[in-house]
């Protein structure tokens, strides 16, 4: 495959709002869930890279956090992260949602877009929200704002059009060799993995405030034959948190650790046995030394961990 001398690879970052599916998109163009996603908006927290080896290139794909306006210290990071990539990548694919009002967030981001000399592709996600000929006016819309290589239309959902993108991407990767074997998905050690999936049914079955204050660590993680013993722990910020996360009689705690087991098992291909603790550390999302503690420390914004 490296023979090929018009064999293309390359890194694509993956920037937008929080919310308008880019962790979606990512996995459905590799074909495996490997990033986290939720309806709430700040999902993604870290840079996720991933790889789809195809035999006319090898793309990195490099999901990102939503840009957005930071609160607090772990926003900064988030936000860091994401606008760091820009610099890093041979294309730019910028997610927005289907619309053609551009709103402050948006805005935000063509500025960053116009300071880059790096390829960018448009992608108006969620087209299975809206009717056909709408598209136009949209594509329109944004065209008049930035200097776009390519628009596509895409519904990351169901997998609309997503090929067409794909052979967009690989046209402006420049030509040179895989980057990686064509056995790697992901830099995402099994671990991440697993506190984030545990972070993602806790997004999913809890109410307002409390989804975003939480951080997962996995204590540890033990093979015994066809079994793994998983121990994690989920950091919120209030001791009322706490209470919530846990339930009643341990409802909620239970909720969580069935409906994170069954990805887990089929991912480790064995069975696995879950124990979870709630711990509450106040504003550990301000706290430089918790936030480092937790996996987002911002020193590695520049090497990209
Ligand atoms: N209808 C529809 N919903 C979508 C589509 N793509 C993503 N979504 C939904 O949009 C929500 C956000 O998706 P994510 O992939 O988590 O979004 P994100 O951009 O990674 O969000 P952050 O990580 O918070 O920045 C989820 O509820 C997805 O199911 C799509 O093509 N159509
Ligand atoms: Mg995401």
Redesign the pocket.
Known sequence: MNENPAFKSGFVTII??????????MNRLIGQKI??????????RNRIQTVLTLPEGQIVFL?T??IHKAKNKLGDYMVGVAEHTLEEVDVILW?VEPTDYIGAGERHIIEQLKKVKTPIILAI?????IKRDEILSFIDTYRKELDFQEIVP?????GDNTDVLVRCILKYLPCGPALYDEDTVTDQPMRQIVAELIREKALRLLEEEIPHGIAVTVESMKYRKKICDIEATIICEKESHKGIIIGKGGQMLKKIGSAARPEMEEMLECQVNLQLWVKVRRDWRDSELLLKNYGYNPKDIRSGE
């Not at 990033?35 to 993604?44: E, G, L, N, R, V």
């Not at 996600?125 to 929200?129: I, L």
């Not at 895409?154 to 169901?158: D, W």
Request: net charge positive.
């Open positions: 937008g709002r929080p919310n308008v599916g880019k962790s979606t998109l990033a986290i996603t939720s309806d709430k908006p700040q999902t993604t999901d956090p939503g997610l996600n969620k087209t299975d929200t895409v519904s990351a959902l169901r």
